[in-house]
């Protein structure tokens, strides 16, 4: 697998968010649970306008062997959706923090932020889950 990168925030659920200057997020799952789900065939994403919660399950990653609910790390309103996924949702097991990203969502509260675990903390929990 590869590192953690330093720059993200992340979920015990194993999502992640980059945080960008303008107000904006993008999401996306760790390299960890695109490991542990194997080949993704398919991806579910919200639409473009809706408001996802974080904590809360805002999509779907299904695999040949699995499918396991994608929660948000963050709340705002979806502002674009990674549209490459729905013809190749591998880019989320060749690259899960770059191309295979999920969505992006303007963030409704930064502070939310303050609650999520950074690089260290996650590399962690994922130690302590294997």
Known sequence: MSDTPSDL???DTHQW???HADGTATVGITDFA???LGDVVYIGVPEVG???TGGEEAGVAESVKSASDVFSPVTGEVIEINEILED???KVNEDPY???WMFKVKLADQGELDG???ADAYAEHVAAAE
Do not use: A, F
Request: aromatic share 4%; no cysteine; net charge negative.
């Open 34 to 36: 695109q490991d542990q």
């Open 98 to 100: 770059g191309d295979g």
């Open 17 to 19: 968010v980059r945080v």
């Open 50 to 52: 809706e408001t996802v």
């Open 9 to 11: 925030k992340y979920i």
């Open 116 to 118: 999520l675990m950074d």
């Open 88 to 90: 190749e949702p591998e």
